[in-house]
């Protein structure tokens, strides 16, 4: 089977210009298939305080209301996503922004109200991802850019978590590929002490997660991120590494020394 | 070869739910390969109002300065764009939505500033347009979904007349296919006598365009359209309509009596 890398960057790398340029240029200058999913940044927050709409965070997570799911929709599958893949095309790349709804690539459902209701919130549906696009974009030499937005089967706009995007995506892709999924942020892997940029945590391996949320080593920000990965590995995904956007050469030729790795 | 049909929809059927939805089901129910080119509506103007940024027009075009671009792309290429595909999807139809900027599709350069300087609009490249990308998603059962927005080769976004991307890639696609070109908009054609919306011109040939332009018959709003429509004519499109959204199965099913024909 070839390699595919699915790569994730985060909003942090997306607001600070310079970072995203050169994590763009770099990612330009790996070969072999790949897809780039990223998250929003603060453009959507940014925006509907500009428009007098409140954004409300439950648990780090968007509540999206009507008018929320129109700003995510326009920032991400619109400003942000088209932003990349110019810039990648200009590097020398050859991208195709899509988000979830193009051609069902991500067929999600709207979130059942329980405690919470989220709003225009979507949960993927892992068997209906749409892999033959994928592969025929990546056969094509194109490199995907997805944003993270689907809709329900009756066409109603979703707000997806880029994160999980990434990890379904991946373990769709493992059928066919030999897939790592690397999530890209601005540290350099996870930190066993948060105020120390250095201390990053080599490898962890499935069974010790839980306890590493457990004694707090993984912070909370951090918790979605890593029962992702753990997901991934144990649904067929080669390799799960979590890094710098900075270090996307080296992490995706696999040198060492190089952010989290979770594995088996 | 095969037929394909390139229709471009106007902001005013855009701005009609109940008529764009009307639209989007009748198109998906026509057979055979098919591109969808959208224009913006007034979601941009409005956003720009709500956001307190002066909308700026010169002879029916949009000046585009830097926050116009941002307010273009994220609503052309945002939100008008994932909820025509989500609707499409929804009725049955396979369609994917694209910007100029994916793939390359639509390469483009910045206006040169003459008399007036336009911002960051775009004129297209036609000897590049990615018709090869087109091919093959036509080929898949897909329906391409083209919102207007390009950008430069070193990644600068651009805003592209959508009247101007369907004759553009009409004209590409007719040494692949046998392309007709329809223009859809709420009136039921080229009108002899404005104030009479069932006074449609059936048929005008290039030969006649520039007189009817001369005398008023063609008012200014539709001079773009027609001059349009007879390039893509002279540059080797079988055929273009301009006809009503509502009629649009009759006039993909080639039904005289509906719209003006623009021919040789």
């Not at 030729?253 to 790795?261: A, D, E, P, S």
Request: hydrophobic share 40%; glycine share 10%.
């Amino acid at each position: 089977m070839k390699n595919l890398i699915v790569i994730k960057i985060g909003g942090n790398v997306i607001d600070d210009k310079p970072l995203l340029d050169k994590f763009l240029r770099d990612l330009c200058a790996i070969d072999g298939p790949k897809i780039l999913v990223h998250g929003g940044g603060k453009l959507a927050t940014e925006l509907s305080s500009r428009l007098g709409i409140e954004t409300k965070m439950v648990e780090g997570r968007r509540i999206t209301d009507d008018e929320t799911i129109r700003i995510v929709t326009m920032t991400y599958a619109g400003f942000i996503n088209k932003t990349i893949v110019a810039k990648m095309n200009a590097c020398g790349g050859n991208a195709i922004g899509l988000s979830g709804v193009d051609a069902r690539l991500i067929p999600a459902a709207k979130r059942p109200v329980k405690d919470i209701d989220y709003g225009w919130v979507g949960d993927i549906q892992t068997g209906k991802i749409n892999t033959s696009l994928l592969t025929s974009l990546l056969s094509a030499g194109l490199t995907p850019v997805i944003a993270p937005i689907s809709c329900t089967a009756d066409g109603y706009l979703l707000n997806i978590n880029a994160d999980t995007i990434a990890q379904s995506l991946a373990v769709a892709m493992s059928g066919l590929y030999q897939t790592s999924l690397l999530y890209c942020f601005e540290r350099k892997g996870i930190l066993s002490d948060i105020s120390d940029p250095e201390s990053v945590i080599p490898r962890i391996r499935i069974s010790q997660a839980e306890e590493l949320k457990a004694n707090g080593t993984i912070g909370s920000g951090m918790i979605p991120k890593i029962d992702n990965a753990c997901l991934a590995i144990s649904d067929g995904v080669s390799q799960v590494i979590i890094g710098r956007s900075d270090d996307i050469v080296p992490i995706a030729n696999n040198k060492h020394g190089y952010g989290t790795r979770i594995c088996q």
